[in-house]
């Protein structure tokens, strides 16, 4: 099963994130836009992995400090569109954590450097320059989510387990 590690949106995070997509489709932005319920941030991708259980011993063990998440900067990797958040410490240094927890565990994981972010648009094209207005929205973060993601006629679905 196709695994990794996520902190999944609140509601109010969600809300703010799709009327920012909403904007760019008005813009002429086009793309595959995330769906509302996908919106997630990836902490750690595993791929096909078939233990999942071994996964929540090490996300149990490695403790999540409640931290703010708030939405700041824009970005993008090659075509793909994201938002950005506040530069947090408490993350990065949990990532860190989570990481090498998982590679003590022989628990394999895309070893990419960690950029916190949020995906909103894949395959980006627009005819014309667009503006990314990203609203102020935050959240308290208080766990890190085991997610399996599957193809369901012809979506991506993502479960928390």
């Known amino acids: 099963m196709r695994l990794f590690i996520?902190?999944?949106?609140?509601?109010?995070?969600?809300?703010?994130?799709?009327?920012?997509?909403?904007?760019?489709?008005?813009?002429?932005?086009?793309?595959?836009?995330?769906?509302?319920?996908?919106?997630?941030?990836?902490?750690a991708f595993l791929g096909e992995y078939d233990d999942p259980a071994k996964v929540k011993d090490v996300i149990r063990k490695v403790p999540l400090p409640e931290f703010r998440l708030s939405l700041s900067e824009k970005g993008n990797f090659g075509n793909i569109l994201?938002?950005?958040?506040?530069?947090?410490?408490?993350?990065?240094?949990?990532?860190?954590?989570?990481?090498?927890?998982?590679?003590?565990?022989?628990?394999?994981?895309?070893?990419?450097?960690?950029?916190?972010?949020?995906?909103?648009?894949?395959?980006?094209?627009?005819?014309?320059?667009?503006q990314v207005h990203l609203p102020k929205a935050d959240m308290t973060v208080k766990k890190a989510s085991l997610m399996r993601s599957e193809q369901k006629n012809g979506k991506m679905v993502y479960k928390e387990l």
């Open 82 to 130: 994201w938002a950005g958040v506040k530069g947090n410490q408490k993350l990065k240094t949990y990532v860190k954590d989570l990481r090498a927890a998982l590679a003590e565990e022989g628990i394999p994981f895309d070893r990419e450097k960690f950029v916190p972010h949020i995906t909103l648009i894949r395959k980006v094209s627009a005819k014309k320059p667009y």
């Open 6 to 43: 996520a902190i999944r949106l609140s509601d109010e995070m969600k809300k703010a994130l799709v009327t920012c997509m909403h904007d760019l489709k008005k813009q002429g932005v086009e793309g595959n836009y995330v769906p509302a319920q996908n919106l997630h941030m990836t902490l």
